[in-house]
């Protein structure tokens, strides 16, 4: 059987709204489709690799339940490692992926185990849907659910009507985002496509400027923890031509020592950034938004960056 480039959503910062579209809970994982047989089963990431030697457990779970499926059938999602209902974790399933050995790989399967978040079913015995309106493939895929009973290798994202509810309870948990899909949507193969819409759950905290790279064109940020300065990740994005300008001015003019192309100043100059998640310290997908003059540098605590706004 060919195998299938997933179809992708298209970032927006707005999310859609009316009874032409169905929301789901974003989820922080590795997007697979997985392709179930009569006797064996594939895991396939969205670069077309095989990810069965990684994530044993979906196997081991599958397996047994194969003989009451009407294989064949594809089924597309996420693999995570959840924290909350509406949350996976980026780091866990980083270190599930990069691990080699059967030995670490069955261990963490036992002490960090994967769930494969279903969204789509395109296969349904032999016969491609991807023709059907998203609408019906969902009704198949709940079909599908309730023949399997309740494994915990596996679950169905849920759809909403309102985009309110999900985005409430995704923001509560701290979750990726979500994503918006037209009803009557086809799957189109290694697309992206603006009849699915993701909308990220950025948060937005205010850090001090430590150095510039001028390798990279990146600015180096900072917080205080418990009085310490500590490295909290860079930023690159967001910046018109005039800001970036403005604020490699202010770093050539405030320089305190230049190493290996990096510029380095006191704290002083506070920016506000928007940013998915904070992982090991570091600030992940980060945007800037704005200068923060009537911000003083002690003012950004990691105190004060736990509690930070979602956008």
């Known amino acids: 059987m060919k195998l299938l480039k997933p179809m992708l959503p298209s970032l927006v910062t707005e999310i859609p709204n009316g009874a032409e579209w169905l929301y789901e809970v974003k989820y922080d994982g590795f997007r697979a489709l ?28 599958f397996t047994p339940l194969l003989p009451k ?17 509406q949350k996976a974790s980026f780091e866990q399933i980083q270190k599930r992926g990069r691990l080699k050995t059967p030995e670490k790989i069955a261990k963490a399967s036992k002490t960090t185990p994967a769930t494969f978040m279903a969204f789509d ?7 491609l849907l991807v023709t059907k309106p998203l609408f019906d493939r969902k009704k198949k895929l709940s079909q599908f659910f309730s023949q399997m009973g309740d494994p915990s290798f596996l679950q169905m994202i849920h759809i909403y009507e309102d985009s309110h509810i999900v985005w409430e309870e995704v923001g509560a948990d701290a979750g990726e985002g979500i994503v918006a899909k037209r009803k009557d949507s086809f799957w189109y193969e290694g697309k992206r496509t603006k009849q699915w819409l993701k909308v990220k759950n950025m948060q937005i905290a205010t850090f001090f400027l430590l150095s510039y790279d001028e390798r990279n064109a990146f600015f180096q940020l900072g917080c205080l923890i418990k009085g310490e300065i500590v490295f909290i990740g860079k930023v690159g994005q ?16 405030n320089q305190l020592k230049t190493a290996h192309g990096i510029t ?3 704290p002083s100059v506070c920016i506000e950034v928007e940013f998915l998640e904070i992982n090991k310290n570091e600030l992940r997908h980060p945007k ?9 540098w002690e003012e950004c605590t990691w105190e004060a960056i736990s509690k930070v706004e979602q956008k």
């Open 288 to 296: 800037f938004r704005r200068f923060r003059f009537d911000k003083h």
């Open 238 to 253: 967001g910046f018109t031509k005039e800001e970036k300008e403005a604020l490699i001015t202010v770093v050539k003019k």
């Open 264 to 266: 380095y100043v006191n």
């Open 34 to 61: 997985i392709y179930l047989y009569e006797t064996h089963l594939h895991i396939i990431s969205r670069n077309l690799n095989e990810l069965n030697d990684q994530f044993p457990e979906i196997i081991d779970g």
């Open 69 to 85: 499926i009407n294989t064949p059938i594809i089924l597309d999602g996420e693999l995570c490692i959840l924290e909350t209902k």
């Open 121 to 127: 079913l395109l296969m349904e015995q032999g016969e």
